[in-house]
């Protein structure tokens, strides 16, 4: 069975610095990890993803993240917030096999950005 | 390329009422998922189709909840009858076999 932990439900920062959204995973599987980003009133849009390749995986507007198998954690950073940063992000895994794609979702993390 | 398209947007019934929601898939996605998000969670996959076949709908509380894919494109998902608890967004998403998932924009139910 597969689960995410994100361990922070708010993150708030100020703009212009930096952005650490927090997860640790668990898996039976080599997993594939994801962060997607949700605005209100729009769907889910993906960041970035890892599967199985560089361990630093960097995704649209400057958000990266590191895979750390030692750890299980897969942490979002972002070396400076913008004000259109403010979301809801989530952390998934999934094991891909033949069954096909299972995603299984964190709880979420809402990061807000004062000015 | 065209997105996933879900309708309604909203859509608000009493208790015991029957709902339907509708999804387009992008065109060529043969998987198509569908999610139930309660506020303040993150979504919670309900049913996988391949095809108009079902992969997995462990999930789907199939007293009340059904869902259909007949020609392998567009899908349907209905409860009959809501509980207050089925309050929730409903999102649709797709795929190319198993890579990224796509989203649509989703639907708010509100049970009274």
């Known amino acids: 069975a597969q689960s995410v932990t994100q361990l922070d439900s708010h993150v708030s920062v100020s703009e212009g610095t930096p952005v650490l959204l927090r997860c640790n995973y668990s898996s039976s599987y080599s997993p594939s990890l994801f962060w997607y980003v949700q ?8 960041l970035l993803k890892y599967t199985s390749a560089a361990t630093l995986v960097k995704g649209i ?11 299980t954690s897969f942490h979002l950073t972002k070396p400076s917030a ?3 940063d403010a979301a809801e992000y989530f952390c998934v895994v999934s094991d891909m096999d033949n069954a096909g794609n299972m995603l299984t979702f964190g709880g979420g993390t809402r990061l807000m950005v004062k000015p | 390329e065209a997105g ?14 029957s709902v339907a929601f509708w999804c387009n898939p ?7 998922y569908w999610y139930q998000q309660i506020l303040g969670q ?21 007293d009340r909840f059904s869902a259909e894919r007949l020609k392998g494109v567009d899908s349907t998902l209905k409860i009959q009858p809501a509980k207050l608890e089925d309050s929730a967004v409903y999102l649709c998403a797709s795929s190319f076999g198993i890579n ?11 049970v009274l």
């Open chain 2, 42 to 62: 993150g979504p919670k996959l309900l049913i996988q189709f391949q095809n108009n076949g079902v992969v997995d709908d462990s999930q789907l509380p199939k």
């Open chain 1, 82 to 84: 913008h004000m259109s």
């Open chain 2, 26 to 32: 992008i065109s060529g996605h043969a998987t198509l």
């Open chain 1, 61 to 71: 507007n400057g958000f990266e993240a590191e895979f750390k198998k030692s750890e």
């Open chain 1, 39 to 46: 605005h209100p009133n729009k769907g889910l849009q993906l």
């Open chain 2, 4 to 17: 996933v398209a879900q309708s309604p947007r909203y859509k608000i019934i009493e208790k015991r009422q």
């Open chain 2, 100 to 110: 990224e998932q796509f989203f649509g924009p989703g639907t708010r139910l509100t």
